[in-house]
Nanobody, 121 residues
């Protein structure tokens, strides 16, 4: 069993930055990929970025540039740095473990509880 715990969210003003952290207790259980998703109020959960065991990254169109995913595999830690935050980035950000890096929420094996990011203008 994999337990994912996100942290690092908060309330920031537009233009600010945050670094989100996800710690995977129990490791990745041999899953190939770790991912970040987000869900804004009234919207479906969407993929943000993914990183595989080799460090290859994938970003949803429009996310690359302001979002940077990274990991510390030995520590079972996943990071998401977000720069130049915008009000439309307001959402709950979720960490996930998956067999592939397709950024499809229907394929995710394990989810964290999420961390709230609120961006004010």
């Amino acid at each position: 069993q994999v337990y994912l715990a996100e942290s690092g969210g908060g309330s920031v003003q537009a233009g600010g930055s945050l670094t989100l952290l996800c710690v995977a207790s129990g490791g990745r259980n041999n899953r190939h990929c770790m991912e970040w998703f987000r869900q804004a109020p009234g919207k479906e959960r969407e993929g943000v970025a993914a990183i595989d065991k080799d460090g290859l990254t994938t970003y949803t169109d429009g996310m690359k540039g302001r979002f940077t995913i990274s990991q510390a595999i030995a520590e079972n830690r996943l990071y998401l740095q977000v720069n130049n935050l915008k009000p439309e980035d307001t959402a709950i950000y979720y960490c996930a473990v998956d067999r592939g890096c397709q950024l499809d929420p229907d394929d995710v094996d394990y989810w964290g509880q999420g961390t709230q990011v609120t961006v004010s203008s």
